[in-house]
Nanobody, 118 residues
Framework: QVQLVESGGGLVQAGGSLRLSCAAS????????MGWYRQGPGKQRELVAG???????NYADSVKGRFTISRDNAKNTVYLQMNSLKPEDTAVYYC????????????WGQGTQVTVSS
């Protein structure tokens, strides 16, 4: 079982920055693929960024060059640095953990609201 707790959301003006954090329980954090998803008003949940256990990253086209995902395995934490925020980035952001193994599983955090004002 993995528990994920997000923090760092809030209200920011367009052009501003925020850093989201996701703290994970469990001793096997370094093996997990971690990701940030978001769901805007009236929209489906979409992948924003992901990072593998080896540190490889991928990003949605809409955030490339503005967002950076990183992880600190010693702290069981994954981060999403968001720069040059736009109103269309407004959404609830969710942390996801994919735990590999004989019975691979997905875990989700409760979400944190990010609101970007124009």
């Amino acid at each position: 079982q993995v528990q994920l707790v997000e923090s760092g959301g809030g209200l920011v003006q367009a052009g501003g920055s925020l850093r989201l954090s996701c703290a994970a329980s469990g001793s096997m954090f370094s093996l997990n693929t971690m990701g940030w998803y978001r769901q805007g008003p009236g929209k489906q949940r979409e992948l924003v960024a992901g990072i593998t256990s080896g540190g490889s990253t991928n990003y949605a086209d809409s955030v490339k060059g503005r967002f950076t995902i990183s992880r600190d395995n010693a702290k069981n934490t994954v981060y999403l640095q968001m720069n040059s925020l736009k109103p269309e980035d407004t959404a609830v952001y969710y942390c996801n953990a994919f735990v590999p193994g004989a019975r691979p599983s997905d875990y989700w955090g409760q979400g944190t609201q990010v609101t970007v004002s124009s």
